[in-house]
């Protein structure tokens, strides 16, 4: 396995070759996510729910963040790494740009932010400063009291036109990569086409550039959390982990996952 870069991502979504994306937060699974031949970690502010036992992203800190970054460093050495900025990270020009720079410092190679076109001047400034971005549009977890609880967006025509352009806006704005969360397949497919930067999609249909899962999600570790979008891989090779994490990274790169079943109309 080459170390994947930018460079390597926007080779892939030219040449239509899916990738793979997972969620680590310490070395141990970062090691076994990189042997299984996924090319990108994200270390997420989902480490609230899943290591924390929050109820949602929100209490998460920068501290943490940087912690479970440095973990998941120490453990791989050719994936691409993103790092979520927690909730409130970004709220001002001066914290964001020491937040972004702790976490390029922690071992980042680019950093996550949840919104729309208001972030424009805020990518913008991280972008002309070296910092590469990955934007992140439809079901933001750290706005999830705003938007009402976990619910499906772009729904109605405004909104998937609203989504669009703000894609588009943040593409522009200096963005080099874009998650969508929970938006319909048909709406994902068509940002996804539109863009000249690669889509990763998690509940937003197979035609993404790549997929996303929370790595205790696609072990089946939560038995009590079974979204739609989420499909057990240890279950379906009786309890191997390393096996699992390869078996996701194929069924993405050959576009056997998601199915209909995982997506939203």
């Known amino acids: 396995m080459k170390k994947i870069t930018l460079h ?11 990738f793979a994306v997972l969620t680590a937060y310490d070395a141990t699974f ?3 996510i990189e042997k299984a031949g996924i090319d990108v970690i994200l270390v997420g502010d989902s ?18 963040i940087c912690y479970h970054l440095q973990c998941v460093k120490r453990g791989s050495q050719k994936t691409l790494v993103i790092a979520d900025m927690p909730y409130m990270s970004y709220a001002t020009e001066e914290q964001t740009y020491h937040n972004a720079a702790l976490l390029m ?14 972030l424009k001047q805020t ?6 400063r070296g910092i590469p971005v990955c934007a992140h549009l439809g079901l933001t977890p750290q706005s999830v009291d705003a938007l009402g609880g976990f619910k499906v967006q772009g729904r109605t025509d405004a909104a998937a036109e609203k989504l669009i352009n703000d894609a588009k806006a943040l593409e522009q704005a200096g963005a080099s990569l874009l998650v969508m969360e929970c938006v319909p397949a048909a709406l994902a497919k068509k940002v996804t086409q539109q863009l000249s930067i690669p889509t990763i999609g998690i509940g937003a249909g197979a035609d993404c ?3 996303v899962l929370v790595l205790h999600d696609m072990l089946g570790l939560n038995v009590d959390f079974k979204p739609k979008f989420v499909k057990n891989f240890l279950q379906e090779t009786q309890g191997d982990v390393l096996e699992a994490l390869s078996l996701y990274a ?5 576009r056997k996952f998601p199915t209909a079943e995982h997506s939203f109309d």
């Open 47 to 64: 480490l609230g729910n899943v290591i924390q036992g929050q109820e949602s992203t929100v209490p998460v800190t920068m501290d943490d």
């Open 105 to 118: 410092q922690s071992g980042a190679n680019m950093v996550k932010l949840e919104g729309g076109d208001w």
């Open 30 to 32: 970062a090691a076994l």
């Open 250 to 254: 194929e069924q993405v790169k050959q």
């Open 8 to 18: 390597t991502l926007q080779t892939l979504k030219q040449q239509q070759q899916p």
């Open 209 to 211: 550039d790549a997929q």
């Open 123 to 128: 990518i913008k400034g991280l972008s002309e």
